[in-house]
């Protein structure tokens, strides 16, 4: 029913968001829970396939960044990049999911450890990108400066609290 | 980059929600915006590829409602269906996209009236599948009954304006 792409090494949903919120801690007996935030910009949820490796991070990111999916204030469809907007990178290893039955499995996805080793290069990468790609937009008065745009990532395997206000999530799908 | 799946008809992205709530109507200069809401359940977004037919809508509606995805109170895995939890029914045409460069094409999706009809049909069934399982649940003290579950959905074409409170939404992805 469901399937995973032939040699796909990772799927990407993208939503488009005004404001969102996700808990990167979750409280305990000595504290509240901790949480990240963005305004204007993209939610990026991540799952990596067994086999994948970093070569396909670079070629990942800059497909993200650079598909014209936002919504510009003239209405014109532009990149993230080119927004400039936030991002917030959400780990999802149920984006790997395929039905048996009733049940969900998850058996083609990557290993634990190999996971948390690519989602942290892979937000590592998209803030390297983005806030390159920001700073150059401040030097740039036309496309309204780029400050105040941040990356901003999930804790890899805690339960991803998420709370997403959209002007229309806009949602796609990536396979890599 | 992006793949349609071979021979697949529709595609649905599935999050789970404890509140979401989505405008139905824009504002307009005799009334303000109208909106939906649900609380606990399942966000629905779906997508139908040319040469869906209504054949598909019982196979879909039946796996969508009975896969188990819904963290009950005891922490056990249970389906929309079971928990009882309600929908939220969201089109989302973009979830057809390809990525061509830097732009997304639509190629795939099925036509406006068709579309419109699918969405129609497919959010009929859900209406009658689930309201039928929360009156079994009505009738099981056990399972909590199922007063107050609902389906919810939005207008085929409209921008699609959503709010979504999550307690992790554990997006999943479906093709048929």
Redesign the interface.
């Known amino acids: 029913?469901?399937?995973k792409?032939a040699g796909s090494a990772a799927?990407a949903?993208l939503q488009q968001c005004l404001h969102a919120r996700l808990q990167v801690k979750p409280p305990d007996e000595q504290s509240e829970a901790q949480w990240v935030q963005i305004d204007r910009g993209m939610v990026i949820?991540i799952c990596f396939f067994k086999g994948a490796t970093e070569d396909i991070l670079p070629k990942m990111v800059s497909?993200l960044l650079?598909?014209?999916?936002c919504e510009s204030g003239s209405g014109r469809l532009v990149?993230v990049s080119e927004l400039p907007g936030s991002l917030l990178v959400?780990p999802?290893a149920?984006?790997g999911?395929r039905?048996k039955g009733?049940?969900?499995q998850y058996h083609g996805n990557i290993g634990k450890e190999d996971g948390l080793r690519l989602y942290g290069g892979f937000v590592a990468l998209c803030e390297k990108e983005l806030l390159a790609a920001a700073a150059a937009a401040r030097g740039n008065a036309e496309a309204g400066g780029g400050a105040g745009v941040t990356v901003k990532s999930g804790t890899y395997g805690n339960?991803?609290?998420?709370?997403?206000?959209?002007?229309?999530?806009?949602?796609?799908?990536?396979?890599?």
């Open positions: 029913m469901t399937e792409a799927r949903v949820y497909s650079n598909l014209r999916l990149s959400v999802q149920t984006l999911g039905a009733k049940a969900v339960r991803q609290v998420l709370k997403l206000d959209t002007n229309g999530p806009y949602t796609h799908l990536m396979e890599f």
